[in-house]
DNA sequence: AAGTTCTGCATTGTTAACAATCTTTGTCAA
DNA sequence: TTGACAAAGATTGTTAACAATGCAGAACTT
């Protein structure tokens, strides 16, 4: 018989398959290489991931239940199109849980966090460099993640990855020109606060960092993508 | 043809069905009637609830990522059992966002905030009056939520749900004796805190409040119910 | 009698066919 | 030309059968 202290744990609730689609999704989201709107088609995706269609379907289902997919009955899926509203609810969440989330690590941080994110600073200055733009607007966004992480705690790990994922989304639908990226230096004077064991300057740093974020938006405009279009074709350009 | 205006968005995301079953466990473990590691069959759902398996399947893979049930692959899905560094992670999470919400609300909440909380206090003491365990347990969780639904914020107030819900079932699997419900007069004396405009003092009963109940547990008992259930049925008890 | 292996049953996972809905295209009438 | 209507095609939603896995009890061996 076998030992009860062999008990196997190796049954993961989610097939690799599933959280492949669900990551790979989710990174096309952060990376602003899918769009607000973007239509998701079952088949599509089938084909791209070389699954069964049920494998697809609850991967979109995790995804919607996580706000960045909406799911339209009869209609099929579509990357997630926040309103103005909601955007203001992720950035009041964010600005909330990350300046907890600073202080406390402020408050003690472990040699091996300061040095990951340090080294997540250091590949933002590599990519910026090379003027690679889609891994400058990926480490930016992963730069929070990477905060979450540092605090080893798995609920707001998740929690903050959906709030920097649904950001993209809310950057790409009202950033006023461009897919604004974090500037490099607040991150690192975020990290220095952390490092020197500074709360209420790390607390200070990451919300001035958000709110650079939100207020570089447009969150206030009447309307949004559909009457433009439709005007921009009725009427004469 | 239609009228842009007209469109209708009434296309809901999640079919009733769907969520009925998700809020239904939902309840059920927040009420404590649901213990964590009790199977929950397919079958079983589908007859109490009289649908498919399919719908029964997504409702627990919803349940799933939001860690209310835990699915083992080929064995089916249980109520989710918290480790003790799990249930740490809950309370520090709800620390964290729960401290934040009513610091600002302190700073300012409604008129119908205010009352819908007094009122929730009300029933508190009803169930109390009337001695319904169920109820009352029922209540104490969702006071809690509703500090959030006050924040206005869809976002936080599903975080805490989560996390009230997840809180429940360390509860019942890490209290001494028993499912010991939030005293009804540390929650009055938040909505004192909030009424009075008073963050600090807030934040103070809140913080508070939850560590009292992270306190009333033993998060470090060596092991949990496996071990014991072997030695107590291999030796002659 | 204790332990091991094997067989049958129950439950879960997967697939594929079917049904329902939406979208698009083409036609017709005003 | 514009609008409405209808049919065809494509996409999603649902169901049911099948496959695979795990579990429990019986039979067998030592």
Redesign the pocket.
Known sequence: ?KNKAEEKLD?LRT?PDEQMIVDRIYSAVMEQKLAPRT?????ALCETFG?????V?RALLLLSSQGIVD???????YVACPSADEAREVFVARLMIETGIVQELARGISHEGIQSLRAHVEKEEVARKNNDRTEMIRLSGAFHVELARCHNNSVLTRVLRELVTRTSLIVALFGSNRGSTCPDDEHTSIIDAIANGQPQAAEDSIRHHILHVQNSLDLEQTQRAEPDLAKILTGRM
Not at 39 to 43: G, N
Not at 51 to 55: D, E, I, N, S, Y
Not at 71 to 77: E, F, H, Q, Y
């Open positions: 018989m049954t097939d239509k998701l088609s079952e088949l699954v069964g269609r049920m494998r379907r799911l339209r009955s009869n209609r099929g899926a």
